[in-house]
């Protein structure tokens, strides 16, 4: 009897011994896919930053998988309670290493496809092809695991299994979002398709982007790009009655008249709401029909030179990373004044035409140049993040693609936005601060929240006309910023009000969150307070924050921190 004791006492402390071996094994290979979980983004595939990581889990997983089922371990199997626990832990172990070896042969492969010759555009289509397929096929993969019993596990366990099925269900998603946008990008390029291009200046904002100044047709063919010469928006309006305006811009912003005036489509920041009535004006005043809308703003173009390096104008002018932003923030406006003599239609002409030259050397630098890709991947995902390229798509399953993507421009009932608009017919916005405050109190079963907004003009002297003003007929001075404060509350919040009870340029509804706005008015070297509070019916959550897309992002502080929304970013409470 003893002896039999003695050697169950063993056998345990031996397959305890094991079990906590293959455990430790299990722990560092998650530690190693936690390590290649943070070098995941497009540039790092491109350098595979995560393949030696991951490399490194699938060994940790294979000893912890020899470990987990040694015959040692093969009488806890069929222990009712144990051995559930056990299979649990043997399952996981081994999915992750699937997940490590998978992941890591899904990078090499996404290695190999972006380093083969593509020098041509129809090269590109066949390369977005390849990483649409390879994305899906990484995804069935993946979807062939089994993680293992989920029920009736100890806490600890259970909260490890959850963890890990969440993770692998959103890597799921974001490889089927990755085939989706590598395949719609590529239907586009190989064409025929035209997308309609609106060029953003963030010299003068609206909501969410820059005023669309300019537009023309970009038209794509067997992987190559075609841009007509661009229009000034001023010079192409839309004749009333032709463009219907409806829905919560028709209510919010109909009073500017945004289905006639380019300029004010951006009072909404909602890209799936004016990029189709943008294609709508386009088609009336030119009778072309377009399959989608791109958006590019000024610092989209310098995140492109960044990638591209400097690009050669048809005037000669140089053009690179380091000017664009200032070229095409001040510099051009140079010199210029408002008033409609022929000098002033002789400036404004060669300041389109040096606007129209800068995007098509733009796009010939990305079709023709060879590009470093880890920049170029980097370029691309800053400009999306901030809102400095903004995409939408007449098809519903490209659209659908370009949402998942993050460069739609849509609003979620989450989302909050603080958004100053230039009414002042000037480029002052690279000289006008926004620091804002939120705050967020539970009171009983619900949230009471204040955001303060803080404004101030730094407009230097010594600026020309069309840059500080004033503009005719508008009745303002050198320097003074007149436009609106519109913040975009989430969906569910509730009695929206800005302090002191100022007149209000808009309330109610904008898509899925409220949008309440003032005007504001600030001199030169002043500044101006806006404090707007309103109600959310819960206790604890979360808003998201959507970018401004201006070059100089607002500032956010709440509880001891601060963001700027130069990215998107949650603020739970």
């Given at each position: 009897m003893?002896?039999?004791i ?14 906590a ?20 983004t ?31 371990l093969?009488?806890l199997?069929?222990?009712p309670v144990?051995g ?14 699937q997940?490590?070896?998978?992941g890591?042969?899904?990078i ?9 010759p593509?020098?041509?555009g ?28 989920a029920?009736a596990?100890?806490s ?10 969440r ?20 239907d586009i390029?190989?064409?025929?398709q ?13 909501a ?10 970009l038209a ?17 309006p ?23 005036d380019?300029?004010?489509l951006?009072?909404t ?7 189709p ?5 386009w088609e ?29 104008l ?13 070229l095409?923030?001040?510099?051009q ?13 002789r ?17 010939n ?12 991947s980097?370029a691309?995902?800053t400009?999306?993040q ?23 421009g ?12 230039n009414?002042?017919a000037?480029?002052?916005?690279p000289?006008l601060s ?11 079963k619900?949230?009471v ?21 004033p ?5 303002t001075v050198?320097g003074e910023?007149k ?15 800005i ?22 008015d ?12 309103f109600?959310v019916p ?15 992002p ?9 963001h ?10």
């Amino acid at each position: 009897m003893w002896a039999a004791i003695v050697v169950v006492v063993l056998w345990l402390a031996a397959a305890g011994g094991v079990v906590a071996l293959g455990l430790l094994h299990a722990s560092h290979g998650m530690a190693d896919v936690n390590q290649a979980k943070s070098h995941l983004t497009a540039s790092d595939v491109v350098d595979r930053s995560a393949t030696a990581p991951l490399h490194a889990a699938v060994k940790e997983f294979d000893s912890a998988h020899g470990l987990l089922h040694s015959p040692l371990l093969a009488p806890l199997d069929i222990v009712p309670v144990i051995g559930r626990q056990l299979r649990s832990v043997q399952d996981l172990s081994s999915a992750a290493g699937q997940v490590a070896q998978i992941g890591a042969g899904a990078i090499d492969k996404a290695h190999a496809v972006l380093r083969s010759p593509h020098s041509s555009g129809s090269d590109r289509v066949v390369e977005l092809r390849r990483l649409a397929a390879l994305a899906a096929n990484t995804d069935r993969a993946l979807g062939r695991i089994d993680t293992g019993p989920a029920h009736a596990l100890v806490s600890p366990l259970a909260s490890k299994h959850d963890t890990f099925v969440r993770d692998l269900t959103d890597a799921r998603t974001r490889l089927q979002h990755a085939a989706g946008v590598a395949g719609t990008m590529a239907d586009i390029l190989n064409g025929p398709q035209t997308y309609l291009l609106l060029m953003a200046n963030n010299a003068e904002m609206r909501a969410g982007s820059g005023d669309f100044l300019e537009v023309g047709a970009l038209a794509t063919h067997d992987g190559h790009l075609q841009l007509s010469n661009l229009n000034q928006t001023v010079n192409i309006p839309v004749a009333p009655g032709k463009v219907t305006v409806t829905g919560d811009l028709e209510a919010r912003w109909g009073w500017l008249k945004p289905g006639q005036d380019w300029r004010n489509l951006g009072f909404t920041p909602q890209f799936d709401v004016n990029a189709p009535l943008a294609a709508q004006m386009w088609e009336a005043e030119t009778g072309q029909h377009v399959d989608g809308v791109i958006a590019v703003d000024v610092e989209a173009l310098h995140q492109i030179l960044l990638a591209t390096g400097p690009v050669t104008l048809s005037n000669g002018t140089v053009v690179n990373a380091d000017n664009v932003v200032q070229l095409l923030t001040h510099d051009q406006y140079e010199g210029l004044v408002d008033l409609p003599t022929a000098a002033q239609a002789r400036a404004e002409a060669g300041r389109e035409d040096q606007q129209g030259s800068l995007a098509q050397a733009a796009l010939n630098a990305l079709e023709n140049e060879s590009l470093d890709l880890k920049s170029l991947s980097n370029a691309m995902t800053t400009a999306t993040q901030g809102r400095h390229l903004l995409m939408w798509s007449a098809k519903p399953e490209a659209q659908a693609n370009w949402v998942r993507a993050g460069v739609a421009g849509q609003l979620s009932p989450d989302s909050m936005m603080t958004a100053v608009i230039n009414r002042g017919a000037n480029k002052l916005d690279p000289y006008l601060s926004v620091d804002t405050d939120l705050d967020l109190q539970p009171r009983g079963k619900r949230t009471v929240g204040t955001l303060t907004v803080h404004l101030h003009n730094s407009t230097p002297t010594g600026q020309s006309q069309f840059i500080a003003g004033p503009y005719p007929g508008i009745g303002t001075v050198y320097g003074e910023y007149k436009g609106v404060l519109a913040v975009n509350l989430p969906g569910y919040a509730s009695t929206p009000r800005i302090e002191g009870n100022p007149p209000l340029d808009a309330l109610g509804a904008e898509g899925p969150t409220w949008v309440i706005a003032t005007p504001v008015d600030i001199k030169a070297g002043q500044a101006q307070k806006i404090v707007v509070h309103f109600t959310v019916p819960q206790v604890t959550g979360g808003v998201r924050v959507v970018p401004t897309a201006r070059l100089t992002p607002v500032t956010w502080h709440y509880r001891g921190s601060t963001h700027t929304d130069s990215v998107p970013f949650t603020l739970s409470w």
